[in-house]
């Protein structure tokens, strides 16, 4: 998993434009090349989404009263790295375009 966060840190946050033709030739039509890289990035936005939950949840403070509510540098710091980390649809095209995705058609199980 560390290798994995070193992989994911060290993307672009930010929208490049995309060879169109080479995620085509991917797959041989674009829409499933769209489709596969969806279905991997709403995996990645899942497991990003619990793994902050897991995270925040030790810092939870299960009593209402206004006056235990407190900065928690450690909870700011864990928010501000998964804010900085490359969307899910980036992380995912990123890993289609490499052939780190295994993917299959229906019809050749």
Known sequence: MSTNKKMVSSLNPLIETRDVIAVKNKTGNIYESIVVASKRANQINISMKEELHRKLDDFANHT???????????????????????NPVLQSLNEFMNDKIYYRKKDQE
């Open 64 to 86: 209402d009263s206004l006056e235990e509510v407190h900065e928690n540098k450690e909870q700011i710091e864990i928010s501000r790295f998964y804010e900085r980390m490359a």
